[in-house]
C-alpha cells in the first residue's frame, strides 16, 4: 500500500517539527504550513489523505481553510486547537471536521485517531453495495448516491449513515453511536452525534428517513426513501 500524505497546518513551526518526525518515523509523508493560504495552495497541488489543522493561524482561521477544503473535498480532517470549550468542537463538526483534539496532546493519540480516520476512507473488505430505495452506499468505494448522482459525504458522516442502514428499523441511542462511530476511547459530547444527524438530513434532502426517537436517539426509516 503507498504511502499516506498528511498536510499539518499549525502555527507553531516547532510542534509542526514534532508532529512531522512522528508521522514521518510511522511511514506517511508529511507536507507543513504555518498559514491557512499556504496551506489551501499546497492542498490545491498535492494530493493529500489526511489534513491536520490548528484553529489559530496567522493569516486566516482554520475554520476558513476547513470551508474551503469542504467545497471540494470529503477527506478527513482532524482538528487542533488550544481551546477546550464544547461549543468549538461543535461549530467544527458543523463545518465537516472529523475528529478534535485539544493541545496540549500526545503524539501517539494523534497518530492514532489519524489512522483510524484513514482506515475508515479505505476500508479493507470486499465490496459490498447496499440499495435502500432511492439511496445507493458502497461500502468500499466510500461513496453514496442518491437518485442516481453521488453526494459528498466526510468520512464520519458516511460511517454513521453506513451503521444507521445496517441497523435500520432499531432505535440506536446516541451514546451507541458515539460509541460505535466514535470509538470507544472517544469522549465527546453526546450534541456530537446530534450535529452530524442533522448535517446527514441536509444532504439526504428532500428525502427524511432518519427519525428521532425522543428519549432514545434515532432511527432510520427506509420506507421513507
Known amino acids: 500500500m503507498p504511502a499516506k500524505t498528511v498536510l499539518i497546518v499549525e502555527n507553531e513551526e516547532s510542534l509542526i517539527d514534532l508532529m512531522k518526525t512522528y508521522f514521518v518515523k510511522s511511514?506517511?509523508?508529511?507536507?507543513?504550513?504555518?498559514?491557512?493560504t499556504a496551506a489551501l495552495e499546497l492542498f490545491s497541488k498535492t494530493q493529500i489523505d489526511l489534513v491536520v489543522l490548528?484553529?489559530?493561524?496567522?493569516?486566516?482561521?482554520?475554520?476558513s481553510v476547513l470551508r474551503t477544503i469542504r467545497t471540494t473535498s470529503s477527506?478527513?480532517?482532524?482538528?487542533?486547537?488550544?481551546?477546550?470549550?464544547?461549543t468549538d468542537k461543535l461549530f467544527g463538526f458543523e463545518?465537516?471536521?472529523d475528529d478534535y483534539m485539544t493541545k496540549p496532546f500526545s503524539l501517539k493519540?494523534?497518530?492514532a485517531r489519524s489512522k483510524a480516520l484513514?482506515?475508515?476512507?479505505?476500508?479493507?473488505?470486499t465490496s459490498e453495495v447496499i440499495t435502500l430505495g432511492r439511496l445507493t452506499i458502497d461500502s468500499v468505494a466510500h461513496q453514496a448516491m442518491l437518485d442516481g448522482a453521488p453526494f459528498e459525504l466526510t468520512p464520519k458522516e458516511f460511517d454513521l449513515l453506513l451503521y444507521m442502514v445496517n441497523h435500520q428499523t432499531e432505535a440506536v441511542?446516541?451514546?451507541?453511536?458515539?460509541?460505535?462511530?466514535?470509538?470507544?476511547?472517544?469522549f465527546g459530547d453526546l450534541r456530537t452525534v446530534d450535529t452530524h444527524i442533522r448535517r446527514l438530513r441536509q444532504k439526504l434532502k428532500p428525502y427524511d428517513p432518519i427519525e428521532t426517537v425522543f428519549g432514545i436517539g434515532y432511527r432510520f426509516k427506509a420506507d421513507a426513501l
Do not use: C, K
Not at 78 to 86: C, D, F, G, K, P
Not at 173 to 186: A, H, I, K, N, P
Open 75 to 86: 477527506i478527513p480532517v482532524l482538528m487542533l486547537t488550544a481551546r477546550s470549550q464544547e
Open 173 to 186: 441511542s446516541r451514546e451507541q453511536l458515539l460509541q460505535t462511530v466514535w470509538g470507544y476511547d472517544y
Open 54 to 63: 490548528d484553529i489559530m493561524l496567522d493569516d486566516m482561521d482554520g475554520w
Open 109 to 111: 493519540e494523534l497518530l
Open 95 to 97: 463545518l465537516g471536521a
Open 27 to 36: 511511514g506517511f509523508l508529511v507536507h507543513s504550513a504555518t498559514r491557512g
Open 118 to 125: 484513514l482506515r475508515r476512507v479505505v476500508p479493507n473488505q
